[in-house]
């Protein structure tokens, strides 16, 4: 794991978000390890863009940056969330605030891998026990058996406890439809990018057909996306992931709008630390249509090397009231990393 160079400019100094992020979310992304390096080269480059900039010029830092390199949307979100601690800390403020704050705490749910239905049942029961009122459940292998792996999970559960699905891609059109007729007794809160993510048509078909609202994620990248997908009336949710928006400024963005088309949101995760969850936390809290939240990346690392940050305790997130993203790194672990 690396771990960037502080990031000097003209109103303070601060050191940048983790690019262990970055790493994890190119993984996520299926690509290798190539991609990797590229950020990291990529990074070096942005930074001339960053250093000695006033923060507060985020809007014409964030253009330039597009403008250079407009894909690479990880490494541009470990330079944005850094800017953004910085602003709050010269303001004195949560960033939450600087973005118009609507709510201070919010529920996330807890997402179970696939598994047989029986794992996944325990797994249910497991995280129940631990205080959390929402799951969410990865199905994607087919109409019968993931029927099979809801039913198991709402026999273990009951019906108390909300439940939200992910197929992951991995049904078409018609299958979506007749997977979530077939669960509809199971009371799914929404089902989560059922189609591949190019079948934007496939999307609008499922919503029009199926009796559980559909969420868009890898179908929407950046606020152009959302605005594909509610043109086409396709979706009732977008799954906001700041790693492949490209930060906070981004993600707000299409929040907004998705707003504008009465689509709500949920801020999601892929395999990030509390660093950039933590930054997550904090669009979730200025955005009033972001009415989701899947922020449980964290809790399947083996090491949390985060100070601070979003706290979870029963499914509800919390925020320090420090200024910035309220969030450090433990000097130990980073005495361990390379710098860069």
């Excluded at 080269?41 to 940056?65: N, Q, W």
């Excluded at 509390?274 to 809790?299: E, M, P, W």
Aim: charged share 25%; hydrophobic share 40%.
């Amino acid at each position: 794991m690396l771990y960037p160079p502080e990031i000097s400019g003209n109103r303070g100094i601060v050191i940048a978000t983790s690019v262990a992020e970055v790493k994890k979310t190119t993984e996520v992304q299926n690509t290798h390890k190539t991609a990797f390096r590229t950020d990291l080269a990529v990074g070096k480059d942005l930074a001339t863009f960053v250093r000695g900039r006033d923060p507060f010029t985020l809007g014409a830092i964030m253009a330039e940056m597009d403008g250079f390199a407009p894909s690479n949307s990880s490494i541009k979100a470990a330079l944005e969330m850094a800017i953004w601690d910085i602003c709050g800390k010269l303001a004195g403020q949560p960033v939450y605030k600087l973005l118009g704050a609507y709510r201070d705490s919010f529920e996330t749910d807890i997402t179970i891998g696939m598994g047989s239905p029986a794992e996944m049942a325990n797994k249910a029961t497991k995280y129940v026990q631990d205080g959390f009122k929402t799951l969410k459940i990865k199905l994607g292998d087919g109409p019968e058996p993931d029927t099979q792996r809801m039913k198991a999970i709402r026999d273990a559960i009951g019906y108390s406890i909300k439940l939200r699905t992910d197929a992951n891609q991995g049904w078409t059109p018609a299958e979506t439809v007749r997977a979530l007729r077939m669960m509809e007794k199971y009371q799914m809160q929404i089902c989560e990018q059922p189609v591949p993510y190019w079948d934007v048509e496939g999307l609008k078909f499922s919503r029009d057909n199926s009796p559980t609202p559909i969420m868009a994620d890898e179908s929407v990248h950046t606020p152009h996306d959302a605005f594909a997908v509610v043109r086409e009336n396709a979706v009732d949710c977008i799954n906001i992931k700041l790693m492949k928006a490209g930060g906070i400024m981004r993600g707000a963005q299409i929040a907004t709008v998705a707003a504008s088309a009465g689509v709500t949101c949920m801020v999601g995760c892929m395999e990030e630390t509390r660093l950039a969850l933590t930054a997550g936390a904090h669009l979730v809290c200025s955005q009033k249509n972001i009415v989701y939240a899947d922020l449980d990346a964290f809790f399947e690392l083996s090491v949390d090397p985060v100070i601070g940050g979003m706290q979870v305790k029963d499914g509800i997130v919390t925020l320090p009231k420090t200024p910035g993203l309220g969030v450090d790194i433990d000097p130990a672990f980073l005495s361990k990393l390379h710098r860069i």
